[in-house]
């Protein structure tokens, strides 16, 4: 990790976007990222310590938009989405909140299990676990065959 702030943010800005993209209201994703870094800043020393400072982070912003979260993902209608399965969004919707979280950090995302467990304040087996039951039932939903 970089020992220059400017830096650090230029390198977790991305990651911490797309990972507050899938649980926090768009309009709201700058804010709660600029509390984040403001919290960083305030405490620079102990950030820089950290194993996993993105996911540190996320929690950070997580928590102060949670009074204002109001869903999980833009609804269909968003047109700044990627070409996606049409019945992704209400499959997903039909996930508890800790398997979308995890679903949505470990594959969306790309974070390994390690790096979501220390975001969503869990074990890496539970974010496992959270991850085979919802892309467990997203498969079956979407009718999407399990690897063999």
């Known amino acids: 990790m970089t020992d220059d702030f400017e830096g650090f943010v230029a390198m977790i800005d991305p990651q911490l976007r797309r990972a507050l993209s899938g ?14 870094f403001a919290y960083a800043w305030e ?3 102990r950030v820089q310590m950290m194993e996993n400072p ?3 982070l996320y929690r950070v912003a997580q928590s102060k938009a949670r009074a204002r979260k109001q869903g999980f993902l833009p609804g269909p209608s968003d047109s ?14 039909e996930l508890s909140p800790s398997q979308q979280r995890a679903v ?9 299990y390690a790096e979501t467990a220390v975001a969503l304040d869990t074990s890496a087996s ?15 939903r979407l009718g999407v065959p399990e690897h063999g």
């Open 23 to 36: 649980h926090v209201p768009r309009e709201e994703v700058a804010d709660a990222i600029a509390e984040s």
């Open 43 to 45: 405490h620079w020393t």
């Open 54 to 56: 993105a996911g540190y």
């Open 80 to 93: 700044s989405l990627p070409d996606y399965e049409p019945g992704l969004l209400a499959a997903l919707d």
């Open 104 to 112: 949505w950090l470990v594959h969306g995302c790309g974070w390994t």
């Open 126 to 140: 539970t974010v496992g676990t959270h991850v085979s039951r919802g892309m467990e039932h997203l498969r079956a």
